[in-house]
């Protein structure tokens, strides 16, 4: 059955059918019927932590060993999670639609693995399977770094009292993003370090509050702006369109003629809500959303 209203519906997939440019805005609603959590509301702590400040240069040069934790714990999370109808809709509409591009501010990877064309999926943050040096001088930068854990210092602890053998090894591992567990010891000098220039520690390829988005991105994306002035449609999925740049693309698409359709599990999410009548709005979980409407 379906959940969204057979007349928005209707409308939503003749704009569809005719829009040749058209974006996308992802953020992390799309992964959350996958497991993963979202930053803002209920399940964007980890521990005691806001998620938001643990994303910043700052908390990691404070306490690099606490971000370390958050962000192996969050790799991990992320290679067992699978990617959802939604990610495969979406890498779908990428495959059989020149003028479509993702815009994603997720850094889980679950869109890569759902097999979205890379050339038309621009990761607005990074990867957490990105590694780069936290030096400024040194150039050091790892893709596709699926190392779990990134060192052995952070593996998950398991809960050694459990009797079960190594295979249900998923089973024992201890909840670290649960404050009540206690998070292992751990030596700066077991936290990944920089081979290249012997001086640095490792950090997560994403971007952080304050820091800049990546420049081959923000080039393509130019790029893709520069070809027509026109954009059709952009779809906001899964993101509270609160963190900048990303969310200045809906009112960039919009001075260009574009509509808007929002799906989010939140009506009060909606960016700017009650700007764009005539537009659509989608209410639910957008890994039965997206594809439904993406037919
Ligand atoms: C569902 C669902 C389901 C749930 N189905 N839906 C202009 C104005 C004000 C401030 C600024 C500005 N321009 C820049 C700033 C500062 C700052 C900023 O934006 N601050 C705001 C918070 C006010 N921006 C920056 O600092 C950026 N950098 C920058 O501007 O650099 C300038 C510069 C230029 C040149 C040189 C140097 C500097 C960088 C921002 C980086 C953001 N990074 C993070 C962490 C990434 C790494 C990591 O993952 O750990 O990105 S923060 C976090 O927020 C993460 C996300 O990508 C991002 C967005 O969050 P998202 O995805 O929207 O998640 P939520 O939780 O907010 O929303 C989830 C939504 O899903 C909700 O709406 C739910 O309802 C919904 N939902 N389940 C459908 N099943
Ligand atoms: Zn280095």
Redesign the pocket.
Known sequence: PSVVPPQDLASFQEHLAKSTRILALL????S??SGLP????AG?LWRTHD??Q??TPEAFDSDPGLVWQF?NY?RHMALKAKPNPAHYALAELARKKDGFITLS???DGLSPRAGHPSEKLKLL??S?FDVKCSEFFCKHFEKDNYTDPIVPALAIPTDESDPTTTDAIKERELDISDENVDLPELDYQHLPHCPTCKRGLLRPG????????PRTVIDDIEAWMSDSEHIDLIMV??????????AGYVDIARSRGARVAV????RK?EPASGMYSGDWFFE????KIVPEILG
């Open positions: 953020g992390a609603g799309l959350a019927s979202t930053f803002r509301g964007g998620a938001t643990l994303a962000y969050r501010q997720n850094v943050h990074g957490l994403v971007v952080w509050f304050g820091e800049a988005l999925i899964g993101t509270s369109a609160k963190v900048y740049p990303a799906i989010n599990m939140d999410d639910g979980d957008a890994a």
